[in-house]
């Protein structure tokens, strides 16, 4: 069994989890079998998992965890009450090992490494929401874990099923779009509290919830249902901000189109903030070293808190002025231009007018990238995956470095209109050792959270 209480506090920081032999390899689900699933998070975002899972016919959801009884009451209904129901994630994995496959998390953003990391020891496959972690560490990590033990990953990340970025791929090959100039993505988020906040004070806690389990790794402060079960999006001990909620969704079209990996540099500003909560408004530039790019270099703008940008070639100042197009990608070529939706979703040449010139000439390539197997349902897509024994496309290998690159954008608001360098292969940037920390946790997990090693 697992070793819950003998973690070393130092074992994060210095190498994290240790898989031995005899668990190097996820447990194999034949091909007319259905896969075990196990959700961790039921309400809130859960729901997006059920929704997927139930009409499934592959899927078999046995255990059901979360931590807070009324807002996972209504999804608990959907489920027969002999449906095993837990709080505590560790006490499921131990007591149902044997009856489980797999692990879905969908949990804040402070607990999908621990939960992930405890799932990927038990030998169970994982599915995570995005962001996939909270830190670049901890993405790296769990990349690392489920490299060696075997088992089938994916990040909930819809827009990667979609035909988007696929679609832009095709006409970037076909060369319809040129050579790419810049890219500007925006949002409204963060529609929840950011900015200059200070830690509220204490309230009773709920009895339905379970706030000791809620909080998992993260430092102690006072219940306040002012982050719970919510807003705990714009706080730094739990959540990613606007980039971590909405740049893991618009990142991708571009970031799976062009194969960007990580920027050279990444610069940003925003509004004022503070250790405790995210800005309220935000924006950052990276540019990335990539042959797709006019003088081999792609710059990408992202703007969130209501920020957009001033102008952009093709695109007329009214579609930007106005207040309803307050999401949007656009991807500018030296030919033509592209939008797409943060989902990937009503991709077209913009304006409309040379979207239907091209198609009427005939001018768009075939479909010669591959199309997921379950377009707009990545929970579908990777049971599939796990009974196939195939990795699904948005696996922790390609989650990682993703999330890792959407990360950066916030690291660099610690350091307003700083040019900062990554170096990927040390996890640590050039020039400015400062930033180093930021790479990792600011604050020490609590360790009972976390798993030490399997125990023969």
Known sequence: MVNRRGFMKSAAAAGGLMLLPSWSAGKQVGPNSKLNIALVGVGGIGGMAIGQLLPCKQANIVALCDVDDARAAKNYKAFPASTPRFRDYRVMLDKMDKQIDAVVVSTPDHMHYPIAAWAIAKGKHVFCQKPLTRTIWEAEELKRLAKEAGVITQMGNQGHTNEGWRLIKEWYDAGILGQIEEIHIWTNRPVWPQGDLKMPAGQPVPPTLDYNLWLGVAPYQPYNKAFVPFNWRGLRNYGTGAAGDMACHFLDVPYSAFDLGFPMSVKGNSTPFNDYSWPSQASSVMTFVNPRGVDNRI????????????????????????????????????????????????????????????MKGGKLPQKTVPRSVAPGKPFVEWTLACIEGKQPKGNFDYAAPFTEMALLGMIALCFPDRELNYIPSTMSFAGCPEADKFVRSQYEYRSEFLPSKIML
């Open 299 to 358: 710059r990408l703008h992202w703007y969130d808190g209501g920020r957009k940008p001033k102008a952009i070639k093709r695109v007329d100042k009214a579609f930007l002025d106005d207040p309803r197009n307050n999401n949007a990608t656009f991807i500018v070529g030296t030919k033509e231009t592209v939008y797409t939706n943060e989902y990937g979703m009503n991709t077209r040449i913009w304006p409309a007018s040379r979207m239907k010139e091209l």
